[in-house]
Each structure stands twice: as C-alpha cells, then as structure tokens.
C-alpha cells in the first residue's frame, strides 16, 4: 500500500507499507531513507548508500559510502574525469584512466606514468612539496612494493640547522649532499679548509679518490 501525506507548513512524505520512503521539507530539502534530510538532497541507508547514474540502462557511475570507504566508482573501462566550467563547454582538469593512471593538465598519460603533470604553455610545471615544520623538511621517497627506503631525496627546512643541505640516499647509504653551492660526497657539511665546490671525504686517502682505476 502507498501513501502521501501533505499538509499546509508541513513536509511532503511517500511512504510504502507504512513506512516512509520520500520525504521533501516545508524548506525545500528532499529525503530518501531519511526523514530529516541535512542538503538538498539527502540519501540514507542502514549500511551502505550509492547513487547510481546509467546510460541506456548499462555501463553506470556510482558515488557512495559503506563502513569500508567512501567510493567514487566507474563501471566500465572508461576514465574518471574531473573538470571545470565558466560556460558550457568544460576544461578537463584531472584524468584518471581505467588502468590507473592519473593525468593532471593532460588526457594523455604515458605508459606506466602512474602520475603526469602537464604545466601551462608559458610556464614551468611545478610539483610543491612542503611540511609544516621548520625544523624538519620534506623528502622524496623511491623505491618497490617490499621496499619503502630505496632511495630517499631530502631537502631539509631553513630552521632545521643544515644550512639548506640537501640530501641523497641511496638504499641505506648516504651518498651526496648539496649544500651552499657545493657537492659533498661522504661529509654532511662543508670543509672550510678544502674551500672547493666538490668535496670528496673518505676513511682513508683511496677511500676518497675521486678517480681511481683498475684492471678488470
């Protein structure tokens, strides 16, 4: 059984069976699930809420929640576009294919470039990586699945007391830093008794060649 009820400053519900299954407030706020919905369109669900968008009854969009996530999900092999628009036709601004990949600026990402930026005409593209510590900095890492430290690019923060050292790691070894214009490879900070822009430190006088050679 179905029924409406609506009443002059009072909300407008849909109920089947007894229960109510639409409800539009006296403030214009449309229901379903719920009975006091929080925006003009409020979905609800005891345990999970998806909305569903389909063309031709096939291949649909979902948007939802569950008590896993909140999803964004495409249903068929098609990428998930965000744009913008200050008239009808849209700007395509951030592309996520089907395989995964995600393009910024471009529609086209390359082969295996899990993430792609393309900057503006006239400018250079820039990727900001800042923390919010001045006495820390921010860091790179590279590596594998079963291998988080690979390699590590560190660029200390202005009040972290390395003089704007820049560091590289790679796999556990500290291999090079770059700090006030110079190159220090096996040293953290700058010899001011050696004074050149490649410093080369080692434990002993072959450990810190800079070239050595030997025969195979």
Avoid at 16 to 26: F, N, P, V
């Amino acid at each position: 059984t179905y029924g409406l009820n609506a009443e002059s400053n009072s909300d407008f519900t849909i109920k089947k069976d007894g229960a109510e299954r639409l409800c539009i407030t006296s403030a214009g706020l449309v229901g379903i699930g719920t009975t006091v919905p929080s925006s003009l369109l409020t979905l609800n669900n005891a345990s999970s809420t998806y909305m569903t968008l389909k063309r031709a009854n096939a291949n649909h969009f979902q948007v939802g929640t569950d008590n896993a996530g909140h999803y964004i999900v495409g249903r068929e092999d098609k990428p998930i576009i965000f744009a913008n628009s200050a008239s009808s036709a849209y700007t395509e601004r951030v592309r996520i294919t089907s395989g995964g990949l995600v393009g910024i600026n471009t529609d086209t990402p390359g082969t295996n470039h899990n993430l792609e930026i393309l900057g503006n005409a006239s400018a250079y593209a820039v990727l900001n990586v800042k923390s919010q510590s001045l006495g820390h900095g921010s860091s790179l890492e590279l590596g594998a699945v079963d291998d988080d430290n690979y390699g590590v690019i560190t660029q200390f923060a202005s009040g972290a007391g390395e003089s704007g050292r820049m560091r590289f790691i790679a796999g556990t070894t500290e291999t090079m830093n770059l700090v006030g214009g110079r190159v220090l490879i096996g040293e953290t900070s700058a010899d001011t008794d050696l004074g050149g822009a490649l410093q080369v430190v080692g434990a002993d006088y072959g450990g810190s060649g800079i070239l050595q050679a030997r025969m195979a």
